[in-house]
C-alpha cells in the first residue's frame, strides 16, 4: 500500500454511467469494469466509499421539469441510487470484495442505516462501503451526499469519475482548443461556474478542505494512477 498516497477515498459514480452503451437501466458489464478497477487497490488495503448517482432510473430535477413536485421526484431519485448501489454491491462480492451499503432513508431488509462512526468501522475493516439515498433530504443532489460523507468519514480526497479527463475552460467536446487545468481553486471554480459539482457541493468541500480530484475512470490503471497521486485529471484544491 505504499505506492498509494491515498489511504481512504470516497468515489463519485454517475448514474448514468452505469448504463452504459444502454438507454436506461444497468448494463451488467459496466459494474463488472468498476470492480476491476478498483479491485488492486482493495487487494491493496485502500479504504474505499463510494456515491452512486441515480439518473440512469430517475432524476428527480427532470421529474419536476414535467410539473412533478420536486421533493417527491427527489424522494423517487434517491431510491433509484438505492438500486444501483445494491447492484455495485452484488457485483463486488461476486468478485471476491466484501462492502456494504448504507442508506440514508432506512430499509432495513436490503441495506443498513447510515451511521457515521459505523460506516468508518467498515472502512477499518476491509468493507467496500457504498452509500445510498443521497443525504435522505430532497433538494441535494449526489454530489452534495458525496461531499458531505467524504468530509464525515474523513477521506482524503473525493474523487469524481467523470467521462473526461479532467475540468476544462470549456467543453471539451465542442471546444477542441480547450484548456485543461491540472489544479483550479474551489473558487475559480465557483466564480466561473465550471461544470465540476454543484455549488453546494465545491462550497462543503472548500470550507472543509477536501480536495476534489475529476478523472476519467476509464482504462485499466487510471484509479491506480489517481490513488498514486499522479496527474491524471484535474485536482480542486485552496487557494
Known amino acids: 500500500m505504499s505506492d498509494y498516497k491515498y489511504k481512504r477515498v470516497l468515489l463519485k459514480l454517475s448514474g448514468e454511467a452505469l448504463m452504459g452503451s444502454n438507454d436506461f437501466g444497468i448494463d451488467p458489464t459496466v459494474p463488472e469494469k468498476i470492480a ?3 479491485e488492486p487497490a482493495y487487494k491493496a488495503n485502500v479504504q474505499i466509499a463510494i456515491v452512486v448517482g441515480g439518473g440512469n432510473i430517475f432524476r428527480g430535477l427532470s421529474g419536476a421539469a414535467a410539473g412533478m413536485d420536486r421533493a417527491q421526484g427527489d424522494n423517487m431519485g434517491m431510491l433509484a441510487t ?53 443525504t435522505g433530504n430532497p433538494y441535494f443532489t449526489t454530489d452534495t451526499a458525496a461531499a458531505l460523507r467524504a468530509c464525515e468519514i474523513g477521506a482524503e480526497v473525493l474523487m469524481k469519475a467523470t467521462k473526461v479527463d479532467g475540468i476544462y475552460d470549456a467543453d471539451p467536446v465542442t471546444h477542441p482548443d480547450a484548456k485543461k487545468y491540472d489544479t483550479i481553486t474551489y473558487t475559480d471554480v465557483l466564480m466561473r461556474g465550471l461544470q465540476v459539482m454543484d455549488g453546494t457541493a465545491t462550497a462543503l468541500c472548500q470550507d472543509n478542505h477536501m480536495p476534489i480530484m475529476v478523472f476519467n475512470l476509464n482504462g485499466r490503471d487510471s484509479f491506480e494512477r489517481a490513488l498514486r497521486g499522479e496527474s491524471v485529471g484535474t485536482t480542486v484544491v485552496d487557494e
Open 36 to 38: 476491476g478497477y478498483i
Open 82 to 134: 438505492v438500486i444501483n448501489s445494491l447492484a455495485l454491491q452484488d457485483t463486488f462480492e461476486r468478485n471476491g470484495m466484501q462492502s456494504r451499503v448504507m442508506s440514508a432513508i432506512e430499509m432495513h431488509q436490503v441495506s443498513e442505516t447510515y451511521i457515521r462512526r459505523r460506516a468508518i468501522r467498515h472502512l477499518e475493516k476491509k468493507r467496500i462501503t457504498i452509500f445510498a439515498a443521497g
